[in-house]
């Protein structure tokens, strides 16, 4: 069974709102078979990672950054999960066992979320992981149509995991 990794810091309201939206559309009775596995960033593993079919990953913007939470996630995952770096340290070319994987992100934050976006998105670029949807922006209070948006992401990585 395709397994969905949702790997979260969601210290505030709105982002343990974004959170259930993600883990319901993930949830819906129309898509069956996949395994849904939620795990706050500081507890999430590279054998999850490695358990995995897709990701969905939901960080707080800080200080135009990443939370601390995800980076810790990445930092202790990248290399054992087959993240790779060139000889200046930059991203390299993954061949890892989790390259082509499809993932989501959403970031929730009060002013710029452009850095945090950018950093999540040069990370998984050097796992060789796909984008499966548009990245989820949400700035401010979580309203409706923010809620919605946070369900189709959720269900949506997790339906790509059934084709």
């Given at each position: ?92 070319e993954s061949g890892g066992e989790t390259a082509g994987r499809p ?61």
């Open positions: 069974m395709p397994r969905l990794l949702v790997v979260h810091h969601s210290p505030t309201r709105s982002m343990q709102a974004l959170l259930e939206q993600v883990l319901a559309g993930a949830s819906d009775d129309a898509i069956e078979g996949v395994e849904v596995v939620c795990r706050p960033a500081l507890e999430a593993t590279a054998e999850d990672v490695l358990g995995a079919d897709g990701y969905v990953l939901g960080t707080t913007a800080n200080f135009g950054y990443m939370s601390g939470a995800l980076k810790h996630f990445f930092d202790s995952t990248f290399l054992a999960v087959g993240g790779a770096l060139d000889d200046s340290g930059g991203a390299g993932f989501g992100l959403w970031v929730h934050g009060r002013y710029d979320l452009t850095g945090a976006v950018r950093s999540v998105r040069s990370i998984v670029g050097a796992l060789g992981w796909k984008q499966g949807y548009d990245v989820l922006e949400v700035m401010g209070e979580v309203d409706d149509p923010a809620r919605e948006a946070a369900y189709d992401l959720g269900g949506t990585i997790a339906a790509l995991l059934t084709t």
